[in-house]
């Protein structure tokens, strides 16, 4: 089964967040080994970047709601983490939590003849989380990359994930499953 590795909202506006900061080095490390491996089995990988624009034409409702943008386009709240090994890979960007959601990915996976994802970054309950469901309204199948996903509410990413293991059939790997899977 072909699989591509999408590593999601790794840049620094969504690090600025107490409970991820504390857990940048780990999830940037477990990435970085991700990707590499992907690299070197000749994976897909596409970096996915959330970002907005500052006249409010982006902004998700919650947004709205709080007059408050983030990761506006241009800044270096929107750049990826400086440490998370990106050279030379695709990007795309994001303006809501599902990757699939305004953008070309599903074009981008169907050229590719991707059929399972393995989904990485933040959060899991909110961006990987919609991108997992979308994916599988999709017909893609979906692995999560758990030593590389971060959440800033750890309670309400095991319960969004709870969901979609059981319902959606979708997996939750360790590093080392994760790794084997992206070499074949």
């Known amino acids: 089964m072909k699989t591509a590795l999408l590593v999601i909202d790794m840049e ?28 070197e089995s000749g994976s897909r990988i596409l970096l996915l970047r959330t970002e907005h624009e500052r006249d409010c034409s982006t902004w998700t409702l919650s947004m709205l709601d709080d007059e408050q943008g983030f990761a506006f386009c241009g800044t270096e709240q929107a750049d990826l983490l400086p440490e998370l090994d990106s050279a030379g890979l695709p990007q795309l960007v994001k303006r809501r939590d599902s990757a699939f959601w305004g953008t070309d990915l599903l ?10 994802l393995l989904l990485a970054g933040v959060s899991t309950h909110l961006c990987l989380a919609q991108t997992a469901s979308d994916a599988y309204a999709h017909n893609f199948r979906v692995a999560f990359a758990g030593d590389a996903m971060g959440a800033e509410t750890p309670d309400r990413a095991d319960a969004m994930l709870e969901v979609l293991l059981k319902e959606y059939r979708q997996t939750k790997l360790s590093q080392e499953e994760a790794l084997a899977l992206l070499q074949g």
Do not use: K, M, S, T
């Open 12 to 39: 620094n506006a969504f690090f600025e967040n107490g409970a991820l900061a504390a857990d940048r080095d780990r999830l940037v490390g477990a990435c970085n080994q991700l990707i590499a491996a992907a690299r």
């Open 107 to 116: 074009q981008r996976l169907r050229i590719w003849d991707i059929e399972q």
